[in-house]
C-alpha cells in the first residue's frame, strides 16, 4: 500500500470539509444559508409604472383581476389587483408667481400616456432580510412586469406591506366589492344590448 504524504492529507481535509459545508448548506444550518423563514403571510405591494402608452378609455387594469408577474426577467406567477390609480403623464412649466416659481400640468405633447401605481397581493414567506416571494426578496426598487390579455407594462416596485387581520378584511371588502360593480356593469350591458335589439325586431316585423 502507498504511503500518503504530508500534502494528500491536506487534500483528504479539504475534501471533508468541502462535503461538511455542502451538508449544512443543504440543512440550512450554516450562516451563509438563507434566512429562515420566521412566518407565512399575506402581503401587499405596490408598483409603479410611468410613461404607460394607452388610447382605450378604459384602465387596463382592474380590481380583482389577476396579472402575470415576472420578477427580474424570471415569470413568476398571477397575482391579483386589490387596487389601482393612474392619472395623465404630468410636466413642470414656469410661473409668474414668485412664491411658486412653477406648476405642474397635464403634458398635453404625450396625450395618450399615463403614470400607474398598481397594488398586488401574494402570499409571502418573512424573514429577518423582508419578506420573499419565488424566491425574490421583496424590495423597493425591484424591477417588475405585469402582464395581461392585452397588455405588457414594466415597473418597478415602490411599497410593500405585510398584511394584518384588519387590513385583509379590507381587502376582502374591496374585492366584494368589486365583484358586485363587475356583476352590475355586465347586466347593465346586456340590457342595452336588449333595448337595441327590440327596435330592430319591431322594424322587421313592420316590414312584413
Given amino acids: 500500500m502507498k504511503k500518503l504524504k504530508p500534502f494528500d492529507y491536506v487534500l483528504?481535509?479539504?475534501?471533508?470539509?468541502?462535503?461538511i459545508v455542502f451538508a449544512l448548506v443543504l440543512m440550512n444550518k450554516n450562516k451563509f444559508s438563507k434566512s429562515p423563514?420566521?412566518?407565512?403571510?399575506?402581503?401587499?405591494?405596490?408598483?409603479?409604472m410611468r410613461g404607460v402608452s394607452f388610447t382605450s378609455p378604459?384602465?387596463?387594469?382592474?380590481?380583482?383581476?389577476?396579472?402575470?408577474?415576472?420578477?427580474?426577467?424570471?415569470?413568476?406567477?398571477?397575482?391579483?389587483?386589490?387596487?389601482y390609480v393612474y392619472e395623465p403623464k404630468k410636466t413642470m412649466l414656469p410661473s409668474d408667481n414668485p412664491n411658486k416659481p412653477f406648476i405642474i400640468v397635464n403634458d398635453y405633447s404625450a396625450?395618450?400616456?399615463?403614470?400607474?401605481?398598481?397594488?398586488?397581493?401574494?402570499?409571502?414567506?418573512?424573514t429577518k432580510d423582508g419578506p420573499v416571494i419565488?424566491?425574490?426578496?421583496?424590495?423597493?426598487?425591484?424591477?417588475?412586469?405585469l402582464e395581461g390579455f392585452d397588455y405588457r407594462f414594466g415597473?418597478?416596485?415602490?411599497?410593500?406591506?405585510?398584511?394584518?387581520?384588519?387590513?385583509?378584511?379590507?381587502?376582502?371588502?374591496?374585492?366584494?366589492?368589486?365583484?358586485?360593480?363587475?356583476?352590475?356593469e355586465q347586466i347593465g350591458k346586456s340590457k342595452d344590448a336588449a333595448s337595441v335589439e327590440a327596435?330592430?325586431?319591431a322594424k322587421t316585423v313592420e316590414k312584413k
Fill in 111 to 126: 396625450p395618450y400616456q399615463y403614470d400607474f401605481i398598481v397594488t398586488l397581493i401574494d402570499d409571502a414567506k418573512i
Fill in 134 to 145: 419565488g424566491g425574490n426578496k421583496l424590495k423597493r426598487g425591484l424591477p417588475i412586469i
Fill in 155 to 184: 415597473g418597478t416596485i415602490v411599497d410593500v406591506k405585510i398584511l394584518s387581520d384588519e387590513d385583509m378584511a379590507l381587502v376582502k371588502q374591496i374585492l366584494m366589492n368589486a365583484k358586485k360593480a363587475q356583476k352590475e
Fill in 37 to 48: 423563514v420566521e412566518a407565512n403571510k399575506k402581503v401587499a405591494f405596490q408598483v409603479i
Fill in 58 to 83: 378604459e384602465s387596463p387594469f382592474k380590481v380583482g383581476e389577476e396579472t402575470f408577474i415576472t420578477i427580474r426577467n424570471v415569470p413568476y406567477s398571477k397575482l391579483q389587483i386589490i387596487d
Fill in 12 to 19: 483528504i481535509a479539504i475534501v471533508i470539509v468541502l462535503a
Fill in 199 to 201: 327596435p330592430q325586431k
